[in-house]
C-alpha cells in the first residue's frame, strides 16, 4: 500500500463512545470532514438529532459539522483515513471491516490504549497481520475525552510507521489548545498507554485503602519503573515511556478521578468483586485485561513486575487488597537502581 499523503484527507471514526466521539469532534474544529460511526441505530440518531453524546459526554455540545451514522459501509467507504477508538478486544474486528468497506489505499489510525487479548500482541501486530502495509499511526497521551471537547489545554503523541505520516497525522490534530508530538516510536507509545492502566487501577486500590499520598507516589514511580523494563525488553525506546504516552499518562490516570481504571480500583477498595466494579463504571476497563497481558509477558521474558503480580492476585485470585500491599512491602531490600552507586 502506498504512503502517498492525500492533500484533503476525510476521515472517518469508528467508536462513539467518550474518546472517539471527542477525537472526532476535535477534527471537525480543524474543518476535516468527518464521519462517527456509532454500533447502535438509536445511539446515533440521537447524536444527530441533539449534537451531544449524552451517553458518553452529557451536556457537551459536539461541533456541528459532524455527520453520524450506524452503518459501516456507509462510514468508511468515502474516508482517505479511519480512526479506531473501540475497546481493545474489538480492534481487529474493526481492522476486517476496514478491510471490507475500504479502497487499500485507506490509513489507519488508531486510539485504543491495550492488547489483543487472545494473544497479548500489540495492536500494530494485529494491524500488520490483516492490513500488511497499511500507513498507520497512534495516537495517545494523558488525555481525558471531556477536557478535549471543552477545548482545554491537552498534549499528546502521534506514533506511526513513517515519518511524513506521523507529521501529517500530527498536524491535522495540532490547534490552538490541542498539541500534538510526532515520533517514530509505535512499540513504546503502545505499551505506555496500556500499561499505564495497570497502575491506575492499583492507585484507585491504595487510594480507596486510605494509604495516603506517599503510597501513591510511591506506586507510580516503581510502576514506571516496571513499566520502563518491560518496554526496554520488548525493544522500545525508554525515552517514549518517560514523555505524554509513558509517565505523562501514569500520571494522569493514576490521579483523577475521570479515569475509570482508578474508579475501578476505588470499587475494588470498597469491597466490590472485579465484576461488581465493572459493572459499576459501565463503560470498558482495558486495564483489567491488560493486567493479565503484562503477568503474562513478564513470566515470558523473566521480569520482575511486582506491581503487576501482585494486582494479578487480586483481579483473578480473589486476594485481599490489603494482603497485596503487605507482599509488596515484605520484598526484600535492594537498591532502586542497579547502579555503581548501589551498596
Not at 480543524?30 to 451531544?52: C, I, Q
Not at 507510580?220 to 509517565?247: F, H, P, Q, V, W
Amino acid at each position: 500500500m502506498s504512503d502517498t499523503i492525500t492533500p484533503a484527507p476525510s476521515f472517518c471514526v469508528l467508536g462513539g463512545g467518550s474518546w472517539g466521539t471527542a477525537l472526532a469532534s476535535h477534527l471537525a474544529c480543524n474543518a476535516h470532514p468527518v464521519t462517527l460511526w456509532g454500533r447502535t441505530k438509536e445511539s446515533v440518531d440521537a447524536m444527530a438529532a441533539s449534537g451531544r453524546n449524552e451517553q458518553y459526554l452529557p451536556g457537551q455540545q459536539l461541533h456541528p459539522s459532524l455527520t453520524y451514522t450506524h452503518e459501516l459501509a456507509a462510514a468508511l467507504g468515502p474516508c482517505t483515513d479511519v480512526l479506531v477508538s473501540v475497546p481493545s478486544h474489538s480492534f481487529a474486528a474493526m481492522v476486517e471491516s476496514i478491510n471490507k468497506h475500504t479502497s487499500p489505499q485507506c490509513r489507519v489510525i488508531w486510539a485504543c490504549k491495550g492488547f489483543e487479548p487472545q494473544t497479548n500482541a500489540l495492536l500494530s501486530d494485529v494491524l500488520a497481520s490483516k492490513r500488511p502495509g497499511c500507513p498507520h499511526a497512534i495516537v495517545s497521551g494523558p488525555s481525558f475525552a471531556v477536557e478535549l471537547v471543552d477545548r482545554l489545554p491537552t498534549a499528546i503523541t502521534v506514533a506511526a510507521s513513517s515519518r511524513e505520516y506521523a507529521l501529517k497525522v500530527s498536524g491535522w490534530f495540532q490547534s490552538d489548545y490541542f498539541r500534538a508530538y510526532p515520533t517514530l516510536d509505535i512499540k513504546g507509545v503502545q505499551l505506555g498507554g496500556a500499561l499505564k492502566n495497570i497502575y491506575a487501577i492499583a492507585a484507585g486500590i491504595a487510594d480507596g485503602l486510605g494509604f495516603g499520598a506517599n503510597a501513591r507516589a510511591a506506586l507510580i514511580t516503581r510502576g514506571l519503573a516496571e513499566l520502563m523494563r518491560l518496554a526496554d525488553k520488548l525493544g522500545a525506546d525508554k525515552d517514549t515511556l518517560m514523555g505524554l504516552s509513558g509517565m505523562g499518562d501514569l500520571i494522569l490516570t493514576c490521579t483523577d478521578d475521570k479515569s475509570r481504571n482508578r474508579r475501578f480500583g476505588l470499587a475494588i477498595a470498597d469491597g466490590l468483586s472485579p465484576e461488581a466494579a465493572r459493572a459499576r463504571i459501565g463503560q470498558s476497563v482495558e486495564g483489567i485485561a491488560a493486567t493479565s497481558v503484562a503477568h503474562s509477558l513478564a513470566l515470558t521474558h523473566g521480569i520482575e513486575m511486582p506491581i503487576v503480580e501482585q494486582l494479578y492476585c487480586v483481579l483473578k485470585q480473589h486476594k485481599a487488597p490489603r494482603d497485596a500491599v503487605v507482599a509488596l512491602l515484605a520484598r526484600d531490600i535492594k537498591p532502586e537502581f542497579q547502579t555503581a552507586a548501589a551498596p
